[in-house]
């Protein structure tokens, strides 16, 4: 069998496996592939077949990843972020744990900064870590 088409079925190959997969880097090991069956079927030797093969494979492989880091987005802030809940009791008031009202259900309050509360007093939501509010005094800007 011919080099170009030994290249060219692993080329194909690749770019099959892409398609079960998802990734882009499959798909790009397979153009690499068919890069080298280009310079097999063109004449050269093996050496420079798998020199651009592997020229085409990192070049592909560095622009995937600058592709997926430049199409992630920023975390959004939370739609919680500044609503009013109401505090209800501490759990610990050294650590700052407390429960509060939002939504009319009890949650997980961390209390920033003045722990001087009154059941009933309106605090503002200044973050959300899992299940857990992080509220203070003062609304956020």
């Known amino acids: 069998m011919e080099n170009y088409l030994i290249w060219l079925v692993a080329g194909f190959a690749l770019v099959i496996a892409e398609l079960v997969t998802g990734t882009f ?17 063109s004449g050269l030797g093996f050496w420079l ?31 919680d972020v500044g609503q009013a809940v109401a505090f ?13 009202t939002y939504r009319n259900t009890q949650w997980d309050a961390q209390v920033e900064g003045e722990r001087e509360l009154d059941p009933g007093q309106a605090l503002f939501i200044h973050a959300v870590a899992g299940n857990t509010l992080r509220v203070a005094k003062k609304k956020p800007e």
């Open 88 to 100: 209800d009791s501490w759990v610990s008031r050294e650590q700052g744990a407390a429960r509060v």
């Open 25 to 41: 880097f499959l798909l790009v090991l397979g153009i690499a592939a068919f890069a080298g069956s280009a310079m097999a079927w």
């Open 49 to 79: 077949e798998a020199l651009c093969a592997a020229t085409v494979a990192v070049a592909g492989v560095f622009w995937v990843r600058q592709q997926r880091k430049s199409l992630q987005q920023p975390d959004m802030a939370s739609l």
